[in-house]
């Protein structure tokens, strides 16, 4: 298991599907030497709309070069890497992915995985398709986020092992299913029970609550 790709995105505009312009950090660059990561991510990543996106909890988000040559077949076209936002685009991952708490202990850098992607109407833009959020939903192939432990520098080559979570293992794979179905009572304090990712937190505690 190895970084085949370090991505980093300045603030840039894309054209909306049905007219005006987005600001987003989705376009990512590789960058050909290391990179520091810090506990909001990696350095001079833009992250603009931070409501949905970033902060310590989805400080750095993976995807693996494995399910770019799905998408490359499925598309007919060439989707490299760095293309849906990632900043660390990874060989070798098990599928289907990790679980939330599962710890990625890079050379000089340690990971926790703390929730899966959820396909937004920027990630729709950047394809350049309506559509292409509900073919990412069917696709199940989600990417993970996560949380910084141990700050350091990435660089491309990096290899990694995988700490597994002690607790409850849910996937991230079964995390994306759940978070866009309806979840029951105990379902949800299960999740409450592992460590998600902050916003996805603060919604199942309403949910639970209210529930």
């Not at 909306?16 to 001079?44: E, F, Q």
């Not at 309506?130 to 949380?147: E, M, N, S, T, V």
């Not at 520098?153 to 290899?159: I, K, N, W």
């Amino acid at each position: 298991m190895h970084i085949v790709s370090v991505n980093v995105g300045k603030k840039s505009e894309l054209p909306r599907i049905g007219g005006g312009k987005v600001t987003t950090g989705i376009n990512k660059v590789p960058r050909s030497t290391a990179v520091t990561v810090g506990d909001l991510g990696l350095a001079d990543d833009a992250v603009c709309n931070t409501k949905f996106h970033g902060g310590r909890d989805q400080a750095v988000y993976l995807y693996r070069q494995e399910d770019y040559d799905y998408w490359s077949a499925a598309l007919g076209r060439d989707v490299a890497a760095g293309s849906f936002g990632e900043n660390l685009t990874v060989a070798g991952l098990p599928d289907p992915y990790l679980c939330v708490g599962d710890e990625i202990e890079l050379p000089n850098v340690r990971l926790q995985v703390t929730a899966p992607r959820i396909p937004c109407s920027t990630l729709a833009e950047k394809m350049g398709d309506k559509l292409f959020p509900k073919k990412f939903i069917k696709a199940q192939l989600p990417g993970i986020y996560c949380r910084v432990l141990e700050q350091g520098r990435v660089q491309v080559g990096d290899a990694f092992t995988i700490a597994p979570y002690e607790g409850d293992r849910i996937t991230t794979v079964e995390f994306f299913s759940d978070w866009l179905g309806k979840m029951s009572h105990e379902k949800l304090k299960r999740y409450l029970n592992v460590p998600i990712d902050i916003r996805s937190r603060r919604v199942m505690e309403e949910r639970y609550k209210n529930g």
